[in-house]
Each structure stands twice: as C-alpha cells, then as structure tokens.
C-alpha cells in the first residue's frame, strides 16, 4: 500500500537545485582514496543522476578517509552553551547550540565534529528540524560519541531536511516514536547505532526519501508499527551489517525508484508482512527522475539471515535487475508464503500535477488510484536456504509468483506486464512444510517461461529433499555442519546481469553487472561459488 510521506519539501526549487551540488563526489567506499578527495564537487546538471558507487566487499564499510574538521564539544551535565566548545572542560551543554555553530545554506570549507560526552540528551538540548547544512567529503558533518558507542543516548528523534555528508556515530536515538528521517539528503552515514521506536510505537523507524548515498552499519535498528526502515527514491548505499527487526509490516523495504544498493550480512527478523522486500508500492508523485518505472534497480540482497517472520522472508514487489542470494531464512511466511516474487504497486497520492509530469516524461503511472500491475524483470533467487522446521511452515505455498496481467491504460506500462521476466530461482535448498506443500505459481512461471516453470524450479533446487544440518539455528548458529548435507553442497553459477535493456524514457543509469559474491557472511572466502546460505 501507499504511504504518505510525512514531512513536505519546504524550500523552493532553487535550493533543491543546490542541493544536487556535492552529487558528484562519487568516490569508491572502500578502500580509502589514495588521495583526499576535493573538498567541493562540481555541481550536477539539474536531473542528472550521480555516477554509481562501487560496492563494498563483505565487511567493508563506508570510508571517512581523510577530512578537515573543527571539534565541538559537548557535555550534557557539565557543559554550558556560553562556553567555547572548543575542548572537553569548555564543552557546550546542549547539541543544539553546538548545531547553530555549524553554518547553513553553504557549502562548508570547513568540517565541523560535534564530540558528544557521554550522557543522556533531553529533547530540550537537542535540535528540531536539522536542516540545510551542506558538508562535503573533505569537510563533513560529525556527530560523535566520543567515549564510545552507545553512550551519547538523544531522547528525541532526528529529522534531517536538504543536509549533505553528515556522518551520525555511536550514537542512540531513543525517542519511543519515529528515530531518524532524512528527506533531500547525500551522504549520510548512520554507524554503530540503536535506534528504537519503543514497542512499535514509531510508524516508522528509519525513513529515507528523495535522497543518494545512504549508508546504515553496523546498527540495531527497531520497534515501528509499520517498518524498521522505509528507503522511497533512495539512490546509492547500503544497508550493512545491522539488527533489524520489530516491526508490525515489515522489517526493511526499498521502493519508490530506489536503486543501486546493497543489503547484506544482516539479521532481519521478527516483523509482520515481510522480512526485507525489494519494491513494493509508491505514490508517482514521491519518485525522482529518471528513476520513475520500477520499484527498484539494481538491489543486491546477499549473506543476510532473516527469520521468524509472518510474511515471507524476502520478496520482490516490482523491481529490475534484483540479486537475492545466499541468505538463510529460517521459520519464514507463517501466515503467506515463504519468498514472494509479485508486482508493485503505483499511484498518485493527490499531487496530480507532478504526477501527470511524471507519466509525460515516460515514467509508469498516472493521475489515478493506487494499482498493482508494476512489473519485474531479471530478478535471481539463487543458492539461498529457506529452512522452516519440522512443525513449522508457511501457511500457503513455498512461493507466490503473480500471473501477467493488462497494466491502466495510459500507464506507459507495457501489457502484459509480468512478474515473471527473465525469473531464475536456482540452486536453492528449500525445506518447508509437508511433500506436496504447493509451489505457489498463482499463474506465474508457466510451462511457457523458459527460465522459471514447475518442472524447472523442481530441478533445479532441493524442495523438501534436504533437511538442512546447520549447528543450532533454533539458538541462532545458522552455520552448516562441517562435513553436513549443506557444507557439501556446491552452489550454482550465478549469470551477471546486463543494463541494455534498462527502461530509456527516461533513461537510468546502468548499475553493477557482476552478481559473484566472493566470501560469506562471516568473512571467508568462497571456494568456486561455496555452498547455499549465508555462512
């Protein structure tokens, strides 16, 4: 379903073009650059896209790299906002002085680390709407605990408009309600974090829209009674590493034209309608071109445990070029299905104007209500494991795969549209349910498709012959038994993806194509293409 975005863009079109000037310092994420990168970027044409990041091996993460910043400190005991701030004994005492300190609306020659003492950070100290401040790679924007993760706690939440390059470390967000948004921001960077709606009293508990170069790490990111996080027309990124988990819908999704972005080694678990799901359902009028045909591009899924929850473990609503491999799932779709595969959802949301010049520039959509009838293509589940144990399976099906179908007329879409396109699942062990637990196919994958059909899809993956031997997943050691019917056996080659076939009206840019992923979850190098699952 469509969400209204809850905050609306507050500054003329001017700014929102300055926003775009620091896009193209697009550097690798890691390794660090062998020199510093320059300290301002050129500013992009208006609707240009950023070149596309490099995708960071497995374990890698975003790299600061060498920067030119100006410490301010603060202490929310002992600190005092007529003081310097300069050092700890002349630290400020509440964050949204050392926030007025930083200047705003240009570009920063200058970066600016606000060190925070540990201590609590009533939402009195702290700022309501952190907006326009525009660092760069050289001269980023730093919130730092400073004696280390966990110990700077905000007791209210960040809401981030038209920021760029700023960098959140170590610290909590425990608001009890929604933790972090950010609209019409680049670069940002959310580190060794707990961000906490509470018992799902957040709506949601991250929210990132109309924003590029977005990266969560390391982090344990929950309680909404919608999703841990919601990406909506987010470009470039990655979402590394984290605990996601306690939501009522679901824990993670990317929709709304998002694209490029890696989600991997992460623990994704006990939410609602879905684990993590690539695409889902957006308003026409909150994508940004040329992103404005899918639901998502060039997602990368991989070495990600995610269990116990109601809906299916992974999905895809809608997307182009998706790569959903070695993941393990464990007690997955109680209530649906264990892995969906369907199509997205598109509609306008009461902006009809932008809407209509969205469907003009060639994107799929209209002035309309919601519909479902986004289609997919080139998307491969391969060598994942779907493990539901014995007295455990998802409720209907393995999988749901949707039939073609006529998408509106005017959309741009292309009839049928199919969910099915270029749909290769294999090399999976799959264990769920009883023998004859049906496929799921719901008029998808017929005996037609040459890459996706019954009786390929029973060949090409172990559907409830293997009973997975991993050490303990019941205590949380999805490893394989060294030596088990896991550890011995081989994985399928997966195919690279190619971009010439990428919707050209407008035209997006192409992503990666190389769909090898080189080591597991834990670090270790795969021999050849390893086995099934994460570890």
Same mark, same amino acid.
């Given at each position: 379903?469509?969400?209204?975005?809850?905050f609306?863009?507050?500054?003329?079109?001017?700014?929102?073009?300055?926003?775009?000037?620091?896009?193209?310092?697009?550097?690798?994420i890691?390794?660090?650059?062998?020199?510093?990168?320059?300290?301002?970027?050129?500013?992009?044409?208006?609707?240009?896209?950023?070149?596309?990041?490099?995708?960071?091996?497995?374990g890698?993460r975003?790299?600061?790299?060498?920067?030119?910043?100006?410490?301010i400190?603060v202490?929310?005991?002992?600190?005092?906002?007529?003081?310097?701030?300069?050092?700890r004994?002349?630290?400020?005492?509440?964050?949204?002085?050392?926030?007025?300190?930083?200047?705003?609306?240009?570009?920063?020659?200058?970066?600016?680390?606000?060190?925070?003492?540990?201590?609590?950070?009533?939402?009195?100290?702290?700022?309501?709407?952190?907006?326009?401040?525009?660092g760069?790679?050289?001269?980023?924007?730093?919130?730092?605990?400073?004696?280390?993760?966990?110990?700077a706690?905000?007791?209210?939440?960040?809401?981030?408009?038209?920021?760029?390059?700023?960098?959140?470390?170590? &610290?909590?967000?425990?608001?009890?309600?929604?933790?972090?948004?950010?609209?019409?921001?680049?670069?940002?960077?959310?580190?060794?974090?707990?961000?906490?709606?509470?018992?799902?009293?957040?709506?949601?508990?991250?929210?990132?829209?109309?924003?590029?170069?977005?990266?969560?790490?390391?982090?344990?990111?929950?309680?909404?009674?919608?999703?841990?996080?919601?990406f909506?027309?987010?470009?470039?990124?990655h979402?590394?590493?984290?605990?996601?988990?306690?939501a009522?819908?679901?824990?993670?999704?990317?929709?709304?034209?998002?694209?490029?972005?890696?989600?991997?080694?992460?623990?994704?678990?006990?939410?609602?309608?879905?684990?993590?799901?690539?695409?889902?359902?957006t308003g026409f009028?909150?994508?940004?071109?040329?992103?404005?045909?899918?639901?998502?591009?060039?997602?990368?899924?991989?070495?990600?445990?995610?269990?116990?929850?109601?809906?299916?473990g992974?999905?895809?609503?809608g997307?182009?070029?998706?790569l959903?491999?070695?993941?393990?799932?464990?007690?997955?779709?109680?209530?649906?299905?264990?892995?969906?595969?369907?199509?997205?959802?598109?509609?306008?949301?009461?902006?009809?104007?932008?809407?209509?010049?969205?469907?003009?520039?060639g994107?799929?959509?209209?002035?309309?209500?919601?519909?479902?009838?986004?289609?997919?293509?080139?998307?491969?589940?391969?060598?994942n494991?779907?493990?539901?144990?014995?007295?455990?399976?998802?409720?209907?099906?393995?999988?749901?795969?949707?039939?073609?179908?006529?998408p509106?007329?005017?959309?741009?879409?292309?009839?049928?549209?199919?969910?099915?396109?270029?749909?290769?699942?294999?090399?999976?062990?799959?264990?769920?349910?009883?023998?004859?637990?049906?496929?799921?196919?719901?008029?998808?994958c017929?005996?037609?498709?040459?890459?996706?059909n019954?009786?390929?899809?029973?060949?090409?993956?172990?559907?409830?012959?293997?009973?997975?031997?991993?050490?303990?997943?019941?205590?949380?050691?999805?490893?394989?038994?060294?030596g088990?019917?896991v550890?011995?056996?081989?994985?399928?080659?997966?195919?690279?993806?190619?971009?010439?076939?990428?919707?050209?009206?407008?035209?997006?840019?192409?992503?990666?194509?190389n769909?090898?992923?080189?080591?597991?979850?834990?670090?270790? &190098?795969?021999?050849?293409?390893?086995?099934?699952?994460a570890?």
């Open positions: 379903m469509i969400k209204e975005l809850r609306r863009i507050l500054f003329l079109t001017v700014i929102s073009v300055v926003a775009l000037f620091a896009l193209a310092a697009c550097a690798p890691a390794p660090p650059p062998a020199t510093a990168p320059p300290a301002t970027a050129p500013p992009a044409t208006p609707g240009s896209p950023p070149a596309p990041g490099v995708t960071p091996g497995v890698e975003y790299s600061i790299g060498t920067i030119n910043v100006a410490d400190w202490d929310p005991v002992s600190g005092s906002d007529t003081n310097s701030g300069a050092t004994t002349q630290a400020l005492r509440s964050v949204g002085e050392a926030w007025r300190r930083v200047p705003a609306s240009v570009v920063l020659t200058q970066g600016y680390r606000i060190q925070l003492v540990a201590g609590e950070y009533p939402e009195s100290s702290l700022v309501n709407y952190w907006e326009n401040r525009w760069t790679a050289t001269n980023p924007i730093i919130l730092n605990a400073v004696d280390g993760p966990h110990t706690v905000f007791r209210s939440d960040m809401n981030v408009f038209n920021t760029r390059y700023l960098y959140v470390i170590g &610290v909590d967000i425990l608001p009890n309600r929604d933790a972090f948004h950010c609209e019409q921001c680049s670069y940002i960077l959310l580190r060794q974090m707990e961000l906490s709606g509470g018992a799902r009293s957040a709506h949601e508990t991250i929210k990132v829209n109309q924003s590029n170069h977005v990266y969560i790490e390391d982090s344990n990111i929950h309680g909404a009674d919608d999703n841990s996080i919601d909506v027309a987010v470009q470039y990124g979402i590394r590493g984290n605990r996601i988990h306690d009522q819908d679901w824990c993670v999704y990317t929709k709304g034209g998002s694209a490029y972005i890696s989600v991997s080694e992460n623990e994704i678990f006990n939410c609602g309608t879905g684990g993590f799901t690539s695409g889902q359902g009028e909150f994508m940004t071109s040329p992103w404005l045909h899918y639901e998502a591009y060039g997602i990368s899924v991989t070495n990600n445990i995610i269990h116990d929850t109601e809906g299916a992974l999905g895809v609503n997307g182009y070029n998706i959903m491999a070695y993941n393990t799932l464990y007690r997955v779709g109680s209530r649906s299905h264990a892995v969906e595969f369907v199509h997205g959802a598109r509609g306008c949301d009461g902006d009809t104007a932008t809407c209509a010049a969205h469907q003009s520039a994107g799929w959509g209209g002035t309309g209500a919601e519909g479902q009838f986004i289609p997919s293509k080139h998307i491969y589940f391969f060598n494991i779907v493990y539901n144990p014995i007295g455990f399976q998802s409720r209907w099906s393995h999988f749901s795969v949707h039939g073609p179908l006529t509106p007329s005017q959309s741009n879409v292309a009839s049928p549209a199919r969910a099915d396109e270029d749909l290769r699942i294999a090399g999976n062990i799959i264990y769920n349910g009883p023998a004859d637990l049906d496929l799921g196919l719901e008029d998808g017929a005996s037609s498709n040459p890459t996706c019954s009786t390929q899809l029973r060949a090409d993956n172990a559907i409830n012959t293997i009973l997975p031997q991993l050490v303990n997943p019941a205590g949380g050691d999805y490893s394989p038994v060294a088990g019917n550890a011995t056996r081989a994985s399928v080659v997966i195919p690279s993806f190619s971009w010439s076939d990428a919707p050209s009206v407008p035209a997006v840019p192409g992503g990666s194509t769909n090898a992923v080189g080591r597991n979850r834990s670090g270790a &190098v795969r021999s050849g293409w390893g086995w099934p699952g570890y």
